[in-house]
């Protein structure tokens, strides 16, 4: 069976058994649309409700050329705590700027005012990149429902399914731990658990005296996540440039991005760590995460994951 094959039965099977877990979990009094929600912790939209996510939880970035960055690009303050990290974070988003999750692993993860129903095989909510063909910088993006019913992500996470995804193009399990520099304006150093090092280079563009974040108390910490093999190249022009992956991939001209950088998602493409559906009738939290581990060429700086947005996209929330 092909991998077009292979994807279009799991999103099936993923199709119906959603519907059945929606019906499982709602009391239908006079037909289609007529039902109760009873999982206690499902939150219904309501009239108010708004389509952008409204809180950032965590923004944990890897080393990178606009962490810390104080000038107008990178819109830092002297942010020192988790706290601070994640305030910045969503002012940023709010106002429309990027959040740039620095190199491999970096991520951030955010809530919404209500529960995103999985509409069964369609797409249900998009992440904003500034991609362009030739400059894609790819997230992973994760789900999580709030199992638990306590309001925070300290439930499972799923990761959502990509073009890669069951290729050797991926690779599930990657960690990169990073280093904090021994004094200012050095490169970071990293190693991964593949037996790969390397550094996180400084250039002339971003003079801050550390790419390391000023808020991990830490000397060094680890990222731990799936990768996806690097796809840069120099063009016949002499331009470096980044690879197109097929889909399922946040800040990536892909064949799921709309005009504006919006990449759309699907729930029902979340898997288990064991690679099975994981039948997620709604979800509560989303992260990203940089999944390419590429410094670029000089003055490029590392490939970063950059977020503009995150958004429910079902009919009447749309942003």
Same mark, same amino acid.
């Given at each position: ?30 037909? !289609? ?10 939150? =219904? ?15 944990? =970035? ?19 705590? =988790? ?195 994981? !039948? !997620? ?14 410094? %670029?060429?000089? %003055?490029?700086?590392? !490939? ?14 749309? =942003?």
């Amino acid at each position: 069976m092909t991998d077009a094959k292979i994807s279009a039965a799991i999103r099936a099977t993923a199709r119906w058994a959603a519907v059945a877990l929606l019906c499982g979990m709602t009391a239908c009094n006079s037909g !289609l649309g007529g039902g109760e929600t009873m999982d206690p912790f499902y939150r =219904p939209a309501g009239a108010g409700s708004r389509a952008a996510c409204n809180r950032v939880w965590e923004f944990t =970035p890897a080393p990178g050329q606009f962490i810390n960055d104080t000038s107008s690009e990178g819109g830092y303050h002297g942010e020192s705590t =988790p706290a601070e990290a994640a305030e910045y974070a969503m002012k940023r988003l709010e106002a429309g700027y990027y959040v740039s999750l620095g190199g491999f692993g970096g991520y951030l993860v955010v809530g919404f005012d209500h529960s995103i129903l999985n509409s069964g095989g369609d797409y249900d909510f998009s992440v904003t990149g500034n991609a362009i063909e030739s400059s894609c910088e790819p997230g992973i993006v994760w789900v999580m429902r709030d199992e638990n019913g306590n309001g925070r992500p300290d439930d499972t996470w799923y990761e959502l399914r990509g073009s890669e995804y069951g290729t050797s193009n991926r690779v599930a399990g990657y960690a990169v731990t990073y280093r904090r520099p021994d004094r200012d304006g050095a490169d970071v150093e990293w190693r991964d658990n593949r037996g790969g090092s390397g550094t996180i280079a400084r250039n002339t563009h971003h003079t801050q005296p550390s790419y390391y974040p000023l808020w991990i108390a830490e000397q060094e910490y680890t990222l731990t996540g799936t990768m996806l093999l690097p796809r840069d190249y120099v063009d016949e022009h002499g331009m470096y440039c980044t690879g197109i992956y097929g889909w399922g991939y946040a800040d990536n001209y892909g064949s799921d991005r709309l005009t504006g950088g919006r990449n759309r998602f699907r729930i029902s493409d979340a898997v288990t760590a064991e690679g099975g559906a994981a !039948l !997620l009738p709604y979800i509560d939290f989303v992260k990203v995460q940089t999944a390419v581990n590429i410094q %670029g060429s000089a %003055g490029v700086g590392e !490939l970063s994951t950059e977020v503009l947005g995150i958004a429910d996209e079902h009919p009447g929330r749309r =942003p």
